[in-house]
């Protein structure tokens, strides 16, 4: 069976127009999300843009702001201030990769926690450890979506998570522990991987390998969530080798059409819960 995350993004997405319609009515403004974008990842600029469509699309606003890739940690930093302080902005991200001389973790520490709507900054992902799940990072949250509305159970499920990052593994962790899931997280110095996948109940891969999930990983209770996004002979694919695991495991999402487009709608879900919130409490 396909875990359609397209079909599931569009469902939210429907949701989500409706409720920014309202929005704009009551508060004579729209949900809007700026994202800023260092130096020049083509897939990055890709993602930015095809948020800021989607935003537009639903009723609700957004902006890219592109900073060159020799800007300092002091401007970036300043840009994030301004953005955080604006009061009709209400989504702030950083679109990542960010240049390697640039501090990473002091620059996601200044988006203004409620505006933090990939769940980056140090405050919300403390709060998710212990159990606060108002600002998540968008892909994992989009992994916990699927299963959901496919009714697939986690409490008490064996999950094994291929990525120890902390816009993935980390946080998806966390959401699965929350769940009362037994997780297991592996990463490229783990041994005996095939043994850990084959005995889980729900493998998440996300390395960054096209096929690298095969046939001899799975079992035939297998559900297979693919957060992989690689470039092969001009196509698009997962981590997993869809097309020999399709017919050998019980659930597998697509790629494209699984993680991706459910992760994209989230982070537009988001600002408008995030705007909702904030205006509700009168700004900032
Ligand atoms: P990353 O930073 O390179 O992390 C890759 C992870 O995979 C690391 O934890 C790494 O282990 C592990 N790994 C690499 N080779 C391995 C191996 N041979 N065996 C076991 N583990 C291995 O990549 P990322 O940014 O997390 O992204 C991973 C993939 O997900 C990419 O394809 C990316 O495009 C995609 N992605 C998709 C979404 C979405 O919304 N669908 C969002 C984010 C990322 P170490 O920690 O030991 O290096």
Redesign the pocket.
């Known amino acids: 069976m396909i875990l359609d995350g397209k079909a599931l993004a569009k469902k939210i997405e429907s949701k989500i127009a409706q409720e920014a319609l309202e929005f704009q009515k009551i508060y004579n403004m729209k949900a809007s999300l700026h994202t800023i974008l260092i130096g020049d990842d083509e ?1 990055s600029r890709i993602y930015a843009r095809s948020k800021i469509k989607t935003l537009k699309n639903l009723n609700m606003d957004g902006e890219i702001h592109q900073l060159p890739a020799t800007s300092s940690q002091e401007e970036v930093i300043n840009m994030i201030k301004d953005l955080s302080s604006r009061k009709d902005i209400h989504g702030i991200m950083v679109e ?1 990769p960010i240049p390697k001389n640039l501090d990473k973790n002091a620059i996601l520490s200044n988006i203004n926690p409620i505006k933090d709507v990939d769940g980056q900054n140090p405050i919300n992902l403390g709060l998710l450890m212990l159990g606060i799940e108002d600002h998540v990072p ?2 994992p949250r ?1 992994v916990i979506r699927i299963l959901e509305e496919y009714n697939v159970p986690i409490s008490g499920k064996n999950i094994c998570i ?4 902390p ?3 980390k946080p998806l962790t966390m959401l699965m522990l929350n769940r009362d899931a037994t997780v297991q997280v ?5 041994r005996n ?1 095939e043994d850990l996948t084959k005995s889980s109940d729900i493998v998440v891969v ?4 096209p096929f ?1 999930l095969k046939e001899n990983m799975v079992n035939e209770n297998s559900i297979v969530i693919d ?4 470039s092969y002979n001009g196509k698009i694919v ?2 997993a080798d869809f097309d020999h695991l399709l017919n050998k495991v019980a659930m597998i999402t697509p ?1 494209p059409g ?3 487009s459910v ?2 709608m989230l982070i537009v879900e988001q600002t408008l819960r995030n705007a909702q919130k904030l205006m509700k409490n009168q700004g900032i």
């Open positions: 897939a990542m968008s892909t989009a291929i990525n120890r990052t816009v993935v593994g592996c990463h490229s110095k783990t991987l996300a390395v960054g390998k690298f957060v992989g996004i690689n997962g981590d790629v699984g993680v991706g992760t994209t």
